[in-house]
């Protein structure tokens, strides 16, 4: 069973920084693109980053760049998400995702979702 | 990258079918064959219902169907039932390395 468990949330203050990491397990990690995706409180979702499975690409919404860093450990089957300068704004719900099929870098097609873990930016 | 534009609300009642549009652009859906269609119970993490336009992933009814016409998606739920009832998000690849969801509709079963 694929699993994805997110980690690292909580309340901190603009500017400041915080790591997010998503643990996943049932399934070859070294094989899949990975995603960030939020949710603010009451509101939609929006794409914030991508990592393809070789970590050779990586992307991100203009919203976060240059102050977000996705990054990979295969050997340890886990996602990361730096942000730093961290805004209002800024304030979500953080999901890990998995693209759907191996291979595949679609920054639109998240088969399987962690629970999220909520930040929470504000002084 | 903007979003894509959904209804905020759809509605039906037991039974009958409802299409949920998503518009876009031709640099986003009218440009590429990666649109999906995700459903959100209050609460949960989004589940993925259709990929690349039409396709559905093993375990999603039959009754979720999507397609595509120019730079507008639709999401069609047919034989509308009581747990159908959630809010639900288009996603496309929006070029230049980016990716761009629809700002969400809440389905209504009446």
């Known amino acids: 069973e694929v699993q994805l468990v997110e980690s690292g949330g909580g309340l901190v203050k603009p500017g400041g920084s915080l790591r997010l990491s998503c643990a996943a397990s049932?399934?070859?990690?070294?094989?899949?693109?990975m995603n960030w995706v939020r949710q603010a409180p009451g509101k939609g979702l929006e794409w914030v980053s991508s990592?393809?499975?070789?970590?050779?690409?990586?992307f991100y919404a203009d919203s976060v760049k240059g102050r977000f860093t996705i990054s990979r450990d295969n050997a340890k089957n886990s996602l990361y998400l730096q942000m730093n300068s961290l805004r209002a704004e800024d304030t979500a719900v953080y999901y890990c995702?998995?693209?759907?099929?191996?291979?595949?870098?679609?920054?639109?097609?998240?088969?399987?979702w962690g629970q999220g873990t909520l930040v929470t930016v504000s002084s | 990258q903007s979003a894509l534009t959904q209804p905020p609300s759809a509605s039906g009642s037991p039974g009958q079918s409802v299409t949920i549009s998503c518009t876009g652009t031709?640099?986003?859906?009218?440009?590429?064959?990666?649109v999906s269609w995700y459903q959100q119970h209050p609460g949960k993490a989004p589940k993925l219902m259709i990929y690349?336009?039409?396709k559905r992933p093993s375990g999603v009814p039959d009754r979720f169907s999507g397609s595509k016409s120019g730079n507008t998606a639709s999401l069609t739920v047919s034989g509308l039932q009581a747990e159908d009832e959630a809010d639900y998000y288009c996603?496309?690849?929006?070029?230049?390395?980016?990716?761009?969801f629809g700002g969400g509709t809440k389905l209504t079963v009446l």
């Open positions: 690349e336009v039409s």
């Open positions: 996603s496309s690849y929006a070029g230049s390395n980016k990716g761009v």
């Open positions: 990592m393809r499975y070789s970590s050779s690409y990586i």
């Open positions: 049932g399934f070859t990690f070294s094989s899949y693109s």
């Open positions: 995702a998995r693209d759907l099929e191996v291979d595949a870098t679609t920054l639109s097609t998240f088969e399987h």
């Open positions: 031709s640099s986003d859906v009218g440009g590429y064959h990666y």
